[in-house]
């Protein structure tokens, strides 16, 4: 079983930017054998997928509303994942949630073809709040 821990939530301005974390713990696990997903809930609004990163680095997703504004990047070596959100705007507001699924290592000769469909994701972090308001 996998824990994930989100932070860096704040409030923040429109046109601000903002670089949440996420890191994985866990008994005899390694993180490179990890896809994760980024989600957002706003409010009223149902959970979406922001955008899917591979065990190996690889963005296999990236939802169109935040489409060269985010960008997800990892360091398996410290089971931590980072979402860096730039130019944000009042819609970007709601909890986002870091998650997981076992999915291998990828290498040279191996990539993964897998998504992060919420459904198919295993373990799931509690959520961080990123306010945008003026």
């Known amino acids: 079983q996998l824990q994930l821990v989100e932070s860096g939530g704040e409030l923040v301005q429109p046109g601000e930017s903002l670089t949440l974390s996420c890191v994985v713990s866990?008994?005899?696990?390694?993180?490179?054998?990890?896809?994760i997903g980024w989600f957002r809930q706003g409010p009223g609004k149902d959970r979406e997928e922001i955008t899917c990163?591979?065990?190996?680095?690889?963005?296999?997703n990236i939802a169109d509303p935040v489409k060269g504004r985010f960008t997800a990047s990892r360091d398996n070596a410290k089971n931590t994942v980072w979402l860096t959100m730039n130019n944000l705007n009042v819609e970007d507001t709601g909890v986002y949630y870091c998650?997981?699924?076992?999915?291998?290592?990828?290498?040279?000769?191996?990539?993964?073809?897998?998504?992060?469909?919420?459904?198919?994701?295993?373990?799931w972090g509690k959520g961080t709040l990123v306010a945008v308001s003026s």
């Open positions: 990163i591979s065990s190996g680095s690889r963005t296999l």
């Open positions: 866990g008994f005899g696990f390694n993180l490179d054998d990890y896809a």
């Open positions: 998650s997981a699924r076992f999915s291998g290592r990828e290498s040279d000769m191996f990539s993964w073809y897998g998504d992060c469909n919420s459904a198919a994701m295993e373990h």
